[in-house]
């Protein structure tokens, strides 16, 4: 599992946190990087990344891509979030969003497209589970 925050670095599983205490913070979890609807996604929540850094909300991406994946998509698209590559998938696993998926009848596992608001204590305060990429960013906002 590494992150991807223009270093490499470990990332934990309970490692979501807002960097300044008593603050909220954000996980959203997508399927794969540079796919129509969350490259949707991703282009809004950069979109909207200054007023994400003014309310003083940290947050990040998770997606089971490798980091050279990521890198790319970061490249691409002039990211400046944080996003995480979970290989092994143990952060998906742990929030629940990999599983049973299907696209034009066929069954597969993946992961769904999830958001968590998350706590200063690290607690779920709100979860989001139909998500409409284009419009999900100003969603969140007005949460924060």
């Known amino acids: 599992m590494s992150r991807r925050n223009f270093r490499r670095r470990p990332a934990a599983v309970a490692g979501f946190r807002s960097p300044i205490s008593r603050q909220k913070c954000r996980a959203v979890f997508y399927p794969k990087d540079d796919t129509p609807g969350c490259t949707k996604e991703a282009c809004a929540f950069r979109d909207h990344f200054t007023e994400f850094k003014k309310s003083r909300r940290g947050g990040a991406g998770v997606s089971t891509d490798p980091v050279k994946s990521h890198d790319k998509f ?19 696993s742990a929030y629940g969003v990999w599983g049973e998926k299907s696209f034009m009848g066929r ?3 993946g992961t ?5 608001l998350i706590g200063p204590d690290g607690r779920i305060k709100k979860i989001w589970l139909q998500v409409k990429p284009d419009e999900h960013a100003e969603e969140v906002l007005a949460m924060l």
């Open 112 to 116: 769904h497209r999830v958001t968590f």
């Open 74 to 92: 970061v490249e691409k698209f002039k990211l400046p979030f944080t996003l995480l590559a979970d290989e092994d998938k143990k952060i998906v």
């Open 107 to 109: 069954k597969y596992l």
